[in-house]
């Protein structure tokens, strides 16, 4: 689901037939699907066709280290030993009508310009579908421009249920400027946002503490929060338990999530992710917050204290991506913030139709920007990215350096 190519990216151009360099044919090309073997040639095909940085030690986190690796639907094409295409979904636990079930997320679609056709991708997407082992499991993808929308709705037979994912909240005056003038010379002159005092109303009385790992309270909270139904805003929405809230926003290594959460007599009411990058301007990240049913006072006091600490930290926007009629939505509308007024659309296809409608109806679905990848490979500039995920990977391999020094000492 976190395909943000831009236009130019091979999966939109797939269909054009205006390059001019000399095509690879069809029939040379080897369809197969995608193994641990292949982590190491990746990062190269995804920076040449969609200006990703990646490492393979990140491929290997957000491919092989979540709920399901046994499940994965990738598959990758080969021409005389090189990797000239890859394209598969990535099984997410999401909670569909209170049960656990994989809800698969189409990660970035890459495919070599010399190699680009119709016949290629289609093939692709029918193995990464025909990979998933229960054909009534949904597949999702979001899309940010139109000519992703015209291919993935008419090549890829994927049903828009909703638009404008986005909200924005501008809180200093250099987001209006930059947004006006597109100068960043100009827009460097502006003063940042003016950080005020923020408490806790008087009628809570709990506390929001930072948090490093989420512990077992957190499945205790799961099993408090995890109830569908208008109060939670959906029937099918992001499956956060302690196991899935550590891998997602506790070890991704590109990102550097801010966790918060909500305590009132000792137990968990609620959680806040938030992120912060540098782009045109500062901007912050509101990326996931979730309360248990029926404390719109817990979602009311997150927003404001997210929205804080970002100031806090001189953001000069507050960037988010929910569905405005879910609990969540509404708070943010009545603190100003306003829908993208570019269109934005998040796209379903169920294999089969055993679920009734249940996950074509877009008012049955809550997803927030966290919920998915689109945190790790949507928002950080090129050189932020870079040098986080080689940060990473030196820590990786200083505690590997370390594990068999020790293993040396046993022996």
């Known amino acids: 689901m976190s395909s943000s190519a831009a236009e130019s990216t091979p999966a939109a151009n797939a269909a054009s037939g205006t390059d001019n360099a000399p095509k690879v044919p069809f029939e ?53 030993g090189e990797l000239v295409a890859f394209i598969g979904a990535n099984p997410v636990p999401y909670s569909v ?12 679609t890459a495919i070599r310009e010399d190699c680009r056709s119709l016949k290629l991708l289609r093939t692709l997407v029918d193995a990464a579908e025909r990979r998933t082992p229960n054909p009534d499991e949904m597949l999702t993808y979001s899309i940010t421009t139109p ?49 005020r005092s923020w408490k806790a109303p008087s009628s809570m009385t709990g506390d929001v503490r930072e948090i490093q790992t989420f512990g077992p309270e957190f499945d205790t909270f799961w099993a408090e929060a995890n109830k ?23 070890n991704d290594a590109m990102v550097d999530f801010k966790r918060f959460a909500y305590y009132e007599g000792g137990r968990v009411l609620g959680y806040v992710i938030l992120n912060i990058t540098q782009l045109d301007v500062k901007v912050g990240y509101l990326d996931a917050l979730w309360a248990v049913p029926g404390r719109t006072d817990v979602i ?46 998040f796209s379903i296809k169920q294999l089969k139709k055993d679920m009734g409608d249940l996950g074509l109806k877009g008012e049955h679905w809550n997803i927030q920007r966290g919920n998915t990848y689109y945190t790790s490979v949507g928002h ?13 990977k030196e820590a ?5 350096s370390a594990r068999l020094r020790g293993q040396g000492g046993e022996s």
Request: charged share 30%.
């Open 28 to 80: 040379e090309i080897e369809i197969r699907p995608f193994t641990r073997d292949d982590l190491v040639r990746l990062p190269r095909l995804l920076h040449d066709c969609l200006g990703r940085h990646s490492t393979p030690e990140w491929l290997e986190w957000r491919f092989f280290q979540g709920v399901w690796p046994d499940r994965l639907a990738f598959y990758v094409a080969e021409h005389h």
């Open 97 to 108: 009508d209170g049960e656990k079930s994989p809800v698969y997320q189409h990660q970035d």
């Open 147 to 195: 000519h992703m929308k015209a291919l993935v709705t008419k090549r890829m037979k994927y049903t828009v249920i909703w638009e404008d994912l986005k909200m924005v909240k501008p809180v200093s005056l250099r987001a209006y400027v930059s947004k006006a003038t597109k100068s960043a010379a100009l827009t460097s002159l502006i003063p940042g946002p003016m950080s």
């Open 228 to 250: 569908p139904g208008e109060e939670s805003g959906g029937r099918i929405f992001a499956w956060q338990d302690a196991e899935w809230l550590n891998y997602k926003y506790c």
């Open 300 to 345: 009311d006091l997150l927003v404001d204290f997210g929205i804080h600490e970002l100031v806090r930290n001189k953001t000069d926007k507050v960037d988010t991506w929910c569905r405005p009629e879910t609990p969540l939505g509404k708070a943010l509308s009545q603190r100003g913030f306003q829908r993208r007024p570019t269109s934005q659309c």
């Open 380 to 392: 950080l500039s090129m050189e932020q990215g870079t040098q986080r995920l080689y940060q990473a």
């Open 396 to 400: 990786h391999d200083q505690k590997r």
